[in-house]
């Protein structure tokens, strides 16, 4: 008999996989599923962007890379960061990572300590707490509502932080809402934070790519800010290159070189050939990174005018990312016959059950009163899904 560790107690699996998988089971089954489960763009990645992994291959880019990420590619990324975000760091305040997945991971591991308060503001991406429970620290949630459009203000930001918090975490644009943060309330949270200064920051800018609106400004950029951010980004959204695994960070010096001797440890360098693909994702042609860009944009509209057409749902407004985020509590405590759906796990595992649409619950977003579809899917698709969730919703009673 094995005996597993304790700590595997403090991993959960994540909720959108969870439901991508009793999906891809039904689907199996022979049922007519339509998933707006993952989060993952439905194109293929730009064809440049494959021709130079081919060339790269070809060149013997197939060794070892520092587990920093090649000169190359940091180089790429530190021109990206300058020319579009402002930010100017050398090529050592930068790492390379298996996906921004692990460029998050590595910095939590870095720098939470046991009982240390992290700041989440909700709604919020699955991991985020499951990564500060796994280091033992102690998240601290900041609700907010589909009324507030998911955004959370300054005055709740300021209420949240004690002598104890050492970090914020937060995206924008944001998984699951959509929303993105308007450089005027980011002002105001960076005078909060200015008040604050033990307080370190970690900006998720995975979504920056996939925008409708004005783009979004990264709290980096601000003065006297970027010492204690560390900016996370990737490949994966905006280039459609989630197979790939690319994602990076860029911070402080000292904590660069602590994510390099966690990440030495566990995987070390990521995948050389991915990295020669990205300096062609950041620097290459992007006319087809903006056809994608644009048709999320039609897509984003198509399921607003379609969900506004089931009775008791509320709509936010999501001006990046491809999810929509509405509130569905007017459901609880509807009935399917003999059985009441009391909340939004419910409320997604009856829609999968009876309308063969795979959603994902609020809950796992730290929103238990809503409901997450992702539009990265066909037009046909988001029409004919969500005329299975009104007809489902308004044969409750």
Known sequence: MVTLSSRLNRVIESQTLAMTKKARELKEQGNDV???????????????????????????????????????FRQAIQRKLLIENGLEYSVSQIIVSNGAKQSLFNAIMALVNVGDEVIIPAPYWVSYPSMVNYAQGKVVEIASTVEENYLCSAEKLESAITDKTKLIIFSSPCNPSGSVIPKALLDQW???????????????????????????????????MKDRVAVVNGLAKGFAMTGWRIGYLA???????????????????????????????????????????????????????????INGIKLGNPEGAFYHFPDVSYYFGKKDGETTLNN??????????????????????????????????????????????????????
């Open 251 to 309: 911070g402080p010096q000292e904590l660069v070189s602590a994510c390099e001797r966690f990440q030495g440890m566990v995987s070390s360098g990521a995948n050389s050939i991915a990295q020669a693909a990205g300096i062609e994702a950041l620097k290459g042609d992007q006319s087809q990174v903006e056809m994608m860009r644009i048709t999320f944009e039609k897509r984003r509209n198509l399921m607003h005018q379609e969900l506004s057409k």
């Open 344 to 397: 939004s796990d419910e409320i997604c595992l009856y829609l999968l059950e009876r309308a063969l649409v795979a959603l994902v619950s609020g809950a796992a977003f730290g929103a238990p009163n809503c409901i997450r579809l992702s539009y990265a899917t066909s037009e046909e698709n988001i029409v004919e899904a969500c005329s299975r969730i009104k007809k489902a919703l308004e044969s409750l009673n």
């Open 190 to 224: 960076v005078e909060v934070l200015q008040r604050h200064p033990h307080v370190f920051v970690i900006s998720d800018e995975i979504y920056e790519r996939i925008v409708y609106n004005e783009k979004p400004v990264s709290i980096a950029s601000y003065p006297g």
């Open 34 to 72: 339509i998933s707006l489960s993952i989060g993952e763009p439905d194109f293929d990645t730009p064809i440049n962007i494959c021709n130079e992994a081919t060339a790269a291959m070809s060149r013997g880019e197939t060794h070892y890379p520092p587990v920093l990420g090649t000169m190359a």
